[in-house]
Structure formats: structure tokens, C-alpha cells
């Protein structure tokens, strides 16, 4: 496409919907042309923010703007699979906020719909665009954690916000299960999950889940958001080396341990314990929200391929709702 500004519109202005519009409006070569929200005083709290877009509460008026680009959905979680579908089938590009879909068949059909029209659908999933994260499916790529990663382990903890549409697994394990599939780069084999509801009915809010690859990586997470810490970690052992990802540490946010058993020369078959240093590469420190939309804009002039495509919303969403039978078993 030409070089003229983007025209991007945000549809979904409650929690997340502003820090969406924040950003697109704030990068260069691109335009924040429409704000849409179905309530009127939602507009009316947002729209000083954004002078430079029109508000509406009408999706079907966006969709309706010939030279509107780009679409990004930051609307509850039920209605993402559908919306996505009808932006891509009126001929815009598609952000939607994670999850992609509530369920595998609604994912599919929001992918196939990509593909129909040959627009670019990206999924919002967040973590993958952290500097840290990056840093952390380096060092699992290059070998620098040995040539086997045996296990990852996840901790998303707080207490809040309690949500009555989507459990614990769906609404913070979308973010964790994305991390644990790029750092993978295979999907898993078995997939495990025992939760429990304590605050509300039917609605679990401390799920533990268990996934096993066929290279024999296996990953737990523990997501809850009934719990005194506020974590939002990951650690992952290799054969040589450990490090561990901690969102919530001011400095420091990867660790790199030289710990490990290595086998001892002096006898067959026995390992002795490395204890060596631990240190903390350089992180950028830029908002990974700003990182997304970057890429998301970039993929939208050049036509390439997202990090966190359709395909790669579509497998988390697989690995989610084989968790949620788990769960429901």
C-alpha cells in the first residue's frame, strides 16, 4: 500500500480499548480516524483524549468509511470472533484482542476469513511483544539454556478482578498459554486442568494446568486471581542453564542462572551441582503496547506475516478450550 497515513478506528473503548488508541494515534504514518463504543457516555469520557477522530456508537459506519484501513477490536471476549469476521469481510485489516476466539470453530472461521480476503488478522497477544519475552525465545532458540528446554513454569497471580463472562483459564491464561507456544514452537500433546470455583459459581478463579509436548517439554501454569501475590512469571530449565521472566521486577526482569548438574569426569554415570552466576541481560525499556502496534501497522503496509497471526490465535485457542474439557471433565 502507498506511504499516505494509515486510517485505523478502534472499536471497544472500556478498559483496554483507550491504551489502543493511544498508541495508534501516536505513531507516525498513521491516523486514529474512528472511535467506536455503543455507549454514549463512554464516548462522551473518552473523546476529548482523540479530537482528531470521529466517535461513533454504529460499527456498521466504520465499516462503511471507503478509506478506513484497518480495524483494531477491543470488545468483551464473546464477540471477537464474530466482529473479526465481519471487518476482514468488508475489506479492512483486523487487530482483535486476545482471545481470538471462545471457541476452535469460531477461530476458524475468523481465519478463514483472513484468508478469503487477503487481510492481515493479528491477534493481540501482548507478552510476545515484550522486550523480555523476545530476549527469552532467544536464549531458548540459540542453545544459550542447553540443547533440551525440560520444563516452563508459569505463575499469573492477584487478587481481582473478578469477571462473571470468562474464568480464570480464558482470561489470564490466554496470555500465558501464547508465551508458552512461542517458546515451544510446537503444540502440546496432552493438556491437563483441575480449577476450582470459590468466590462465584461455575466461574473458576484458581485453575492449575498441565501441558506435555511431544519432545518431552512439559509446562504448568497456576492462574488465579484469588491469591495474596501479585506474579506475573516465568521460568524456564534447560539442560545447561535457567532463567526466568519476571513482569512485575522494576529492574532485572530476565535472570539467566548457570545452575545445573553436570556429569562428573571422575566417576560413570554421576553428576555433580553447578551453582554459577546469575545475571540480568539489557531489557529495552519500551511499551510493548507500542512494540504491537508498531508491528501490527508495519504488517499492514508490507503485507507480511504477523508474529501472533490468525493461525497462532487459533492454537492458542485450541490448547484453551482442550484445557477448559480438562476442566469440565
Known sequence: MSESALRIAVVGLGYWGPNLARNFAALPGCSLAWCCDPSPDVRERVAPRFPQARFTGDLDEVLADPELDAVALATPVSSHAELAVRVLESGKHCFVEKPLAQSVADAERAVAAAQASGRVLMVGHLLE????????????????????????????????????????????????????????????????????????????????????????????????????????????????????????????????????????????????????????????????LRVECEHFVECVRSGARPRSDGLSGLRVVRVLEALQRSLDG
Open 129 to 288: 511483544y515484550h522486550p523480555g519475552v523476545q530476549r527469552l525465545k532467544q536464549l531458548v532458540d540459540s542453545g544459550e539454556l542447553g540443547e533440551r528446554i525440560y520444563y516452563i513454569y508459569g505463575n499469573r497471580l492477584n487478587l481481582g478482578k473478578l469477571r462473571a463472562d470468562e474464568n480464570a483459564l480464558w482470561s489470564l491464561g490466554a496470555h500465558d498459554v501464547s508465551v508458552v507456544l512461542h517458546l515451544a514452537d510446537e503444540e502440546p500433546s496432552e493438556a491437563i486442568a483441575h480449577g476450582e470455583s470459590y468466590v462465584q459459581d461455575s466461574v473458576e478463579d484458581v485453575v492449575f494446568c498441565f501441558l506435555r509436548f511431544p519432545s518431552g517439554l512439559s509446562a504448568h501454569l497456576h492462574l488465579s486471581w484469588l491469591d495474596p501475590h501479585k506474579e506475573r512469571r516465568f521460568t524456564v530449565v534447560g539442560s545447561r542453564r535457567m532463567a526466568t521472566f519476571d513482569d512485575m521486577a522494576h529492574e532485572g526482569k530476565l535472570q539467566i542462572f548457570d545452575k545445573g548438574f553436570d556429569q562428573d569426569a571422575r566417576g560413570y554415570g554421576e553428576y555433580i551441582t553447578r551453582s554459577g552466576d546469575v545475571f540480568s541481560p539489557q531489557i529495552p525499556n519500551v511499551e510493548p
